[in-house]
């Protein structure tokens, strides 16, 4: 998908936001072709929203090139924001307002008429499931609903692209899984989506491609599972041992093994055969209290990137 | 984008204000409308009485109530516009960020900010209808004079509200509202002529006095109400009040930009 030759939607060539002497986005370059689901992986206060704000046009560019839709976000941001759909980190909500009222009056800063805008807000709750919660006021809805509203009011105006900054941070795991299922369904309508996550697991699900995000760079680009190979193994042994001391493995099935790395509380141990491996240790005497092979993800990428874990 | 464009996203914020309003409206009767009420019925009817009784040839030749009334309504103006200014601006930009909600759409904070002041306008403008509404009832004023004294107290709100939103915008909690309300909207409300003329202060106070803005609000209304407008005075105090609204509008563009999309 990334190699092909439609016009992109968004074009950054060494694009930066600095804030006084604090450079937030240090000359990244990135393109998101139509369709695609794109995402911004990496832990907080890596330059994440700083870029989505710069790409959604709240947020003058300080160097670089950025084009998006084809436009000049300096020049034309009202013009790229009518054609966008976005859902910032925290919610913006209309808090003395209804469920229903809020997209009625958000679909009118799009100059939708109250009709459209009230045809457009029934089929919108229905899809993020809150039809019930239409009258209703919005400040005691959970979290989760909360944040499908917003994703809900995102939508009004019928966006080619949407950017979602952190979409279900903060959200329990049943209310993360439905904003993922709608955001898959999106997805498959061939609405352009862009992300930003430091969870792993949503990155993985949702995105065919991601660029990787440390202290204000990208380190890595690709889709999850290319990035997965090209930065981990198969597989991974994590291994916890007595009093959190892991003995010394030097030597010890040294052929399985392609990488290591120490953490706190384990060891994890990149081989293409975690079971093997783990055998090996067993016969040279090694006894951990606890172990587990697992498959290689975009957290071992990161860790392998940056040395540091996604979320610490 | 075009002026027509600009104007109606304006026209988009204050639509906003008026969704909140139509939820909200019943919290602000007492200040906007019964507050002002009750100033004129304890203190020019009340008070009133003992001040005519003693001064029958009146303050300016009419009656305390008579003389009290327009301060009164441009007082209010300032008041209400000063509430609509501080914390529903702290709300939208900080706590409830409702304005960082519509900035993701096509508006701009300029719109939001024009729109913001509009609305505060719209709220001066609906208190001053009824206050002039109830002046003409205690025979305060007729409706001639209350029609030329309705824009004089819409530009008084405006005045106000411009520096007041920009100088809201910058703040990042609302401690600072709290030393605004007491040591300048308060003191201003007192003596700059509201109550009484400013001829009675200490001749250094006068001087404050004829340099604060509500002053040349009052002096405004007042020469309309009771017929001695001054027409180089007035020219001052309309000069005075466009510049602040002009000046306040400008700055709030930066603040509310800066805040909003820096």
Same mark, same amino acid.
């Given at each position: 998908?990334?190699?092909?030759?439609?016009?992109?939607?968004?074009?950054?060539? @060494?694009?930066?936001?600095?804030?006084?002497?604090?450079?937030?986005?240090?000359?990244?370059?990135?393109?998101?072709?139509?369709?695609?689901?794109?995402?911004?992986?990496?832990?907080?206060?890596?330059? $994440?929203?700083?870029?989505?704000?710069?790409?959604? #046009?709240?947020?003058?560019?300080?160097? @670089?090139?950025?084009? &998006?839709?084809?436009?000049?976000?300096?020049?034309? @941001? +009202?013009?790229?924001?009518?054609?966008?759909? &976005?859902?910032?980190?925290?919610?913006? %909500? /209309?808090?003395? %307002?209804?469920?229903?009222?809020?997209?009625?009056?958000?679909?009118?800063?799009?100059?939708?008429?109250? $009709?459209? #805008?009230?045809?457009?807000? /029934?089929?919108?709750?229905?899809? &993020?499931?809150?039809?019930? $919660? +239409?009258?209703?006021?919005?400040?005691?809805?959970? @979290?989760?609903?909360?944040?499908?509203?917003?994703?809900?009011? +995102?939508?009004?105006?019928?966006?080619?692209?949407?950017?979602?900054?952190?979409?279900?941070?903060?959200?329990?795991?049943?209310?993360?899984?439905?904003?993922?299922?709608?955001?898959?369904?999106?997805?498959?309508?061939?609405?352009?989506?862009?992300?930003?996550?430091?969870?792993?697991?949503?990155?993985?699900? %949702?995105?065919?491609?991601?660029?990787?995000?440390?202290?204000?760079?990208?380190?890595?680009?690709?889709?999850?599972?290319? !990035?997965?190979?090209?930065?981990?193994?198969?597989?991974?042994?994590?291994?916890?041992?007595?009093?959190?001391?892991?003995?010394?493995?030097?030597?010890?099935?040294?052929?399985?093994?392609?990488?290591?790395?120490?953490?706190?509380?384990?060891?994890?141990?990149?081989?293409?055969?975690?079971?093997?491996?783990?055998?090996?240790?067993?016969?040279?005497?090694?006894?951990?209290? +606890?172990?587990?092979?697992?498959?290689?993800? !975009?957290?071992?990428?990161?860790?392998?990137?940056?040395?540091?874990?996604?979320?610490? | 984008?075009?002026?027509?464009?600009?104007?109606?996203?304006?026209?988009?914020?204050?639509?906003?204000?008026?969704?909140?309003?139509?939820?909200?409206?019943?919290?602000?009767?007492?200040?906007?409308?019964?507050?002002?009420?009750?100033?004129?019925?304890?203190?020019?009817?009340?008070?009133?009485?003992?001040?005519?009784?003693?001064?029958?040839?009146?303050?300016?030749?009419?009656?305390?109530?008579?003389?009290?009334?327009?301060?009164?309504?441009?007082?209010?103006?300032?008041?209400?516009?000063?509430?609509?200014?501080?914390?529903?601006?702290?709300?939208?930009?900080?706590?409830?960020?409702?304005?960082?909600?519509?900035?993701?759409?096509?508006?701009?904070?300029?719109?939001?900010?024009?729109?913001?002041?509009?609305? *505060?306008?719209?709220?001066?403008?609906?208190?001053?209808?009824?206050?002039?509404?109830?002046?003409?009832?205690?025979? *305060?004023?007729?409706?001639?004079?209350?029609?030329?004294?309705?824009?004089?107290?819409?530009?008084?709100?405006?005045?106000?509200?411009?520096?007041?939103?920009?100088?809201?915008? *910058?703040?990042?909690?609302?401690?600072?509202?709290?030393?605004?309300?007491?040591?300048?909207?308060?003191?201003?409300?007192?003596?700059?002529?509201?109550?009484?003329?400013?001829?009675?202060?200490?001749?250094?106070?006068?001087?404050?006095?004829?340099?604060?803005?509500?002053?040349?609000?009052?002096?405004?209304?007042?020469?309309?109400?009771?017929?001695?407008?001054?027409?180089?005075?007035?020219?001052?105090?309309?000069?005075?009040?466009?510049?602040?609204?002009?000046?306040?509008?400008?700055?709030?563009?930066?603040?509310?930009?800066?805040?909003? *999309?820096?």
């Amino acid at each position: 998908m990334s190699t092909s030759p439609t016009t992109p939607l968004i074009h950054a060539r @060494g694009l930066t936001k600095r804030f006084g002497d604090f450079t937030a986005v240090d000359a990244v370059d990135f393109d998101v072709q139509p369709g695609e689901a794109f995402g911004f992986l990496g832990p907080n206060g890596a330059g $994440k929203t700083s870029t989505m704000r710069m790409v959604g #046009c709240t947020s003058p560019v300080t160097e @670089g090139e950025l084009e &998006v839709l084809g436009m000049d976000p300096d020049t034309q @941001g +009202s013009d790229i924001r009518r054609r966008l759909g &976005v859902v910032p980190q925290a919610d913006t %909500l /209309d808090m003395e %307002l209804t469920v229903m009222e809020n997209l009625l009056i958000y679909g009118r800063y799009f100059d939708l008429s109250y $009709k459209e #805008c009230r045809r457009r807000a /029934d089929e919108l709750l229905q899809f &993020v499931q809150l039809t019930e $919660k +239409s009258g209703s006021q919005v400040e005691p809805l959970s @979290g989760g609903m909360k944040r499908r509203l917003t994703i809900a009011r +995102s939508l009004i105006n019928e966006p080619e692209m949407i950017l979602l900054d952190e979409p279900t941070t903060g959200l329990d795991p049943q209310a993360r899984h439905l904003v993922w299922e709608r955001l898959y369904s999106l997805k498959n309508q061939g609405v352009t989506l862009i992300l930003t996550t430091h969870y792993m697991d949503e990155a993985e699900q %949702l995105c065919d491609r991601l660029v990787v995000m440390d202290n204000a760079r990208i380190v890595a680009e690709g889709s999850p599972k290319a !990035l997965i190979e090209q930065y981990a193994s198969r597989e991974v042994l994590e291994l916890r041992f007595e009093d959190l001391k892991t003995p010394d493995l030097t030597g010890k099935g040294a052929h399985l093994i392609q990488r290591s790395e120490q953490l706190p509380d384990r060891i994890l141990l990149y081989t293409d055969d975690g079971e093997a491996l783990s055998e090996t240790l067993h016969a040279e005497e090694i006894r951990p209290v +606890s172990q587990l092979v697992r498959r290689s993800s !975009l957290e071992d990428v990161f860790l392998r990137l940056t040395g540091r874990r996604l979320i610490e | 984008m075009t002026l027509r464009d600009n104007l109606r996203s304006v026209l988009r914020v204050v639509e906003h204000h008026a969704f909140v309003y139509r939820r909200t409206w019943q919290g602000s009767v007492f200040s906007t409308f019964l507050n002002p009420i009750l100033y004129l019925a304890a203190l020019g009817v009340g008070l009133g009485a003992f001040v005519d009784q003693s001064n029958p040839a009146g303050i300016e030749g009419v009656s305390y109530a008579t003389f009290l009334a327009p301060g009164i309504l441009v007082a209010t103006a300032m008041n209400t516009a000063t509430g609509e200014s501080t914390y529903p601006v702290m709300a939208g930009i900080r706590w409830l960020k409702t304005y960082v909600g519509m900035i993701l759409s096509p508006l701009s904070p300029r719109h939001v900010a024009t729109g913001q002041l509009l609305w *505060a306008g719209l709220r001066v403008t609906l208190g001053g209808i009824v206050f002039l509404g109830v002046m003409i009832a205690f025979g *305060a004023t007729d409706l001639p004079h209350a029609l030329l004294m309705l824009p004089v107290t819409i530009l008084t709100g405006l005045a106000f509200a411009a520096p007041i939103q920009a100088f809201a915008a *910058a703040q990042t909690n609302d401690a600072p509202f709290a030393t605004l309300f007491r040591f300048v909207i308060m003191p201003m409300f007192i003596f700059s002529g509201t109550f009484f003329p400013v001829t009675q202060l200490p001749e250094l106070l006068q001087l404050v006095a004829y340099l604060t803005p509500l002053w040349h609000a009052v002096s405004l209304a007042r020469g309309i109400a009771l017929e001695m407008l001054d027409p180089v005075v007035a020219l001052i105090n309309v000069a005075y009040l466009c510049a602040m609204l002009v000046v306040g509008l400008l700055w709030s563009y930066r603040t509310f930009s800066r805040k909003l *999309a820096e």
